[in-house]
């Protein structure tokens, strides 16, 4: 059974930052690009980031570009968002998804976990 | 301001068919497949529809996707009240090297 599992989320401050971290199982981590989409409270959804299969390519939306970070740890089956000088308007709750082969879109995704920047 | 266009709100009873639209331009619906993604109250999204009218297995044929030109749309037939939920399409652009979604429709069913 595909699982992706999120976690890291919590309460920061205005500048700070924060690692969230995404565990999968349940598939050969190693064939998937990895994708991290967000949701801030009552609006909808935005993507963030993505990474390919190795590691060898990472893309962002340009509101997080230089502040945000994906990596993928294939060894532990993990995928991590590093946030840097983090706004309020970064609160949300931030999912791990699978983006399956041969453009099969977002097939499988976690449970999200909740990030609030506030002071 | 959603790269893509959806109505905010749709309604239907039940058995009725409705259609969600989703606009975009050449750089996204125009050169990519579309995606929709459904999600219920309290819980992550999940793929109803891949490459613009593909059905993940578990997916009942109530459901079916379409695409022309730079629009692409979401037809549920049969309408029942677990459809109740918010739907979002999605596809890749080109130009933004990136993943964009519309801003999402909330279903209601009468």
């Known amino acids: 059974e595909v699982q992706l599992v999120e976690s890291g989320g919590g309460l920061v401050q205005p500048g700070g930052s924060l690692r969230l971290s995404c565990a999968a199982s349940g598939f050969t981590f190693s064939n998937y690009w990895l994708t991290w989409v967000r949701q801030a409270p009552g609006k909808g959804l935005e993507w963030v980031a993505n990474?390919?299969?190795?590691?060898?390519?990472?893309n962002y939306v340009d509101s997080v570009k230089g502040r945000f970070t994906i990596s993928r740890d294939g060894a532990k089956s993990s995928v991590y968002l590093q946030m840097n000088s983090l706004r309020v308007d970064d609160t949300a709750v931030y999912y791990c998804?699978?983006?399956?082969?041969?453009?099969?879109?977002?097939?499988?995704w976690g449970q999200g976990t909740l990030v609030t920047v506030s002071s | 301001q959603s790269v893509l266009t959806q109505p905010p709100s749709a309604s239907g009873t039940p058995g009725q068919r409705v259609t969600v639209s989703c606009s975009g331009s050449s750089s996204n619906i125009g050169s990519n497949y579309v995606y929709w993604y459904r999600q219920l109250p309290g819980t992550a999204p999940n793929l109803l529809i891949y490459?613009?009218?593909q059905r993940p297995s578990g997916v009942p044929d109530r459901f079916s996707g379409s695409k022309s030109g730079t629009s692409a749309s979401l037809a549920i037939s049969g309408l029942r009240s677990e459809d109740e939920a918010d739907y979002y399409c999605a596809a890749w652009d080109g130009s933004l090297s990136n993943w964009v979604f519309g801003g999402g429709t909330k279903l209601t069913v009468l």
């Open positions: 490459k613009n009218d």
């Open positions: 998804a699978r983006e399956g082969r041969e453009a099969a879109g977002f097939d499988y």
């Open positions: 990474i390919k299969q190795r590691g060898s390519e990472k």
